[in-house]
């Protein structure tokens, strides 16, 4: 009778015990299904995110080989929100990753908007909705462009510009340049308006 508890007892503690571990797998594998849904869902989130522009994107994809994209016109800015300050810290990355690199429009990475980003060495320009208020002089110079790598033609711009433009906050201010300044402005308030420096290149 005792040796038939014993039994008994050690098959139920058995099953106990194989229970207790199946209840644990299942609870773990149900913790890592968890775990992944929500992985995904953020994930889906983050890119449905980055589509809107409210989440930055980093260095973006300069479209060259003079994509008919180039040579579309851009549209003024409206909204001063926070899918503009994630446009322009990703336009001031994707410059400030190319070496050499002076200016860059939106409509270079696929954006109409009247958005550029020019860094001639004196601290970044954050420039959206440019106008041209004032010209003056000439100079000629060789001139290249992200969207045309390798190519340097020879353009005629003015030795000075001021330009109306505004800040990413919509604060009105005024930019006033010369030479390197003055051709970068020029080249890239081209660019919103579909004009690419070949089409105004000097055959020499
Ligand atoms: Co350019």
Redesign the pocket.
Known sequence: MKKKYKIVFIVLSILLIISVFICYRICKYNEKEVRNKQRKEFLVNLEKKKREGLVRMGERIIITNDDEFLHKKSKAVENFDEKLSVLIDDMIETLHKKEDAV???AV?IGILKNVIVIDVGQGVLEIVNPSIVEKKGEQIEYEG????PEIYKKVKRPAYVKVKAYDRNGKEYTIEGEGLLARALC??ID?LNGI??LDRAISD
Do not use: D, K, R
């Open positions: 200016g860059l429009a270079q462009c992200l969207s045309y080249h890239e660019h690419v420096f």
